[in-house]
C-alpha cells in the first residue's frame, strides 16, 4: 500500500537557508569535456574565446535551514557548468548593484552533512557525503581548502588555492538557476543571494585526482579567478518527475 505522505513529500518544493562564508572560483575549461557532462538539451554558454565555463563554488555554513528545520552545520561544495537561459534582471532595493540571472548544469554537490545528503539526493540532485572537507580562510595573501570524496580506498579529491587576494568590501545581489536531470526526474534549483563582496578577481588555481569528480572529467589543473563572499541566500529545489 503506498504511503500518501511519503509521495506527498516527494512533490514538496525543498527550500533552503543559507547563510556562508563563500569562495567562488571561475575557470575555462575544453568546450567538449564541458559538453560531455551536460545533456543536448541545454547549450553550453561559452566565454568569447571559445572556452567552456566552469564554476567550483565553495561554501562554509554555520547552520543550515530546510523547510523551516535546522540541519545543523554543514561545508559544500557545487561543481557548474554555464548554460544559456532567458534573460532576466531583478534589481535589488535602495540601489544595491545587482547582476542578470546565471544559468547553469549542476555536476556535483559535496557535502559534510549527511542529513543535507540526504535531502539533496532525495530530491534528485547529484549528492555525495564525502569524508574530509577544509574550507579556507579569508585574509592572508593565499587561501586554500581541500575535500576527499571517498571514505574507503585510495584517497581521491581535490585542492583549490587562491592567491594575491583583494579587498573591497561591497554589497551585490546574485540569482543562479540550476539545472540537474537524472534517471526519473529533472530538478531546478533557484538561488537568490544577497552578498557581502569581500575579496574579487584573484589567481585561483584547482589540483584535483585523475579519478576524483573534477580530474575525471575536466583535468587535474584548472587556473580561473576567485571571489570571497559573505552571503544570505534562498535555494527553492523543485523536481518535475517523468513519469
Same mark, same amino acid.
Request: proline letters at 8%.
Given at each position: 500500500v503506498r504511503n500518501p505522505a511519503f509521495f506527498s513529500d516527494l512533490k514538496e518544493d525543498l527550500n533552503l537557508e543559507l547563510n556562508c562564508d563563500e569562495w567562488a572560483i571561475y575557470a575555462p575549461v575544453d568546450p567538449t569535456l564541458a559538453r560531455a557532462l551536460v545533456p543536448e538539451e541545454y547549450e553550453l554558454q561559452l566565454l568569447p574565446n571559445?572556452?567552456?565555463?566552469? !564554476?567550483?563554488?565553495?561554501?562554509?555554513? &554555520?547552520?543550515? =535551514?530546510?523547510?523551516?528545520?535546522?540541519?545543523? !552545520?554543514?561545508?559544500?561544495?557545487?561543481?557548474?557548468?554555464?548554460?544559456?537561459? &532567458?534573460?532576466?534582471?531583478?534589481?535589488?532595493?535602495?540601489? =544595491? &548593484?545587482?547582476?542578470?540571472?546565471?544559468?547553469?548544469?549542476?555536476?556535483?554537490?559535496?557535502?559534510?552533512?549527511?542529513?543535507?545528503?540526504?535531502?539533496?539526493?532525495?530530491k534528485g540532485l547529484p549528492s555525495s557525503y564525502v569524508k574530509e572537507m577544509n574550507f579556507g580562510e579569508f585574509g592572508g595573501a593565499t587561501q586554500s581548502g581541500n575535500v576527499i570524496e571517498n571514505w574507503f580506498g585510495d584517497a581521491k579529491g581535490y585542492t583549490w588555492t587562491s592567491f594575491n587576494t583583494n579587498h573591497m568590501a561591497f554589497p551585490l545581489k546574485v540569482t543562479h538557476v540550476l539545472y540537474h536531470n537524472n534517471k526519473y526526474s529533472n530538478v531546478t534549483t533557484r538561488v537568490e543571494c544577497m552578498t557581502m563582496m569581500k575579496g574579487f578577481e584573484n589567481n585561483a588555481m584547482i589540483q584535483a585526482d585523475a579519478n576524483s569528480a573534477i580530474g575525471s572529467a575536466l583535468g587535474t589543473q584548472l587556473m580561473g579567478l576567485a571571489y570571497s563572499l559573505d552571503v544570505n541566500c534562498t535555494a527553492n529545489i523543485k523536481q518535475d518527475f517523468n513519469y
Open positions: 571559445g572556452a567552456a565555463l566552469f !564554476a567550483l563554488i565553495v561554501k562554509n555554513c &554555520p547552520d543550515v =535551514i530546510a523547510n523551516g528545520k535546522s540541519l545543523g !552545520a554543514s561545508n559544500a561544495n557545487k561543481g557548474w557548468v554555464s548554460v544559456k537561459g &532567458p534573460f532576466e534582471y531583478n534589481p535589488a532595493p535602495n540601489g =544595491i &548593484p545587482t547582476n542578470p540571472t546565471a544559468y547553469w548544469y549542476s555536476t556535483f554537490f559535496h557535502v559534510d552533512n549527511w542529513k543535507l545528503d540526504l535531502k539533496l539526493k532525495f
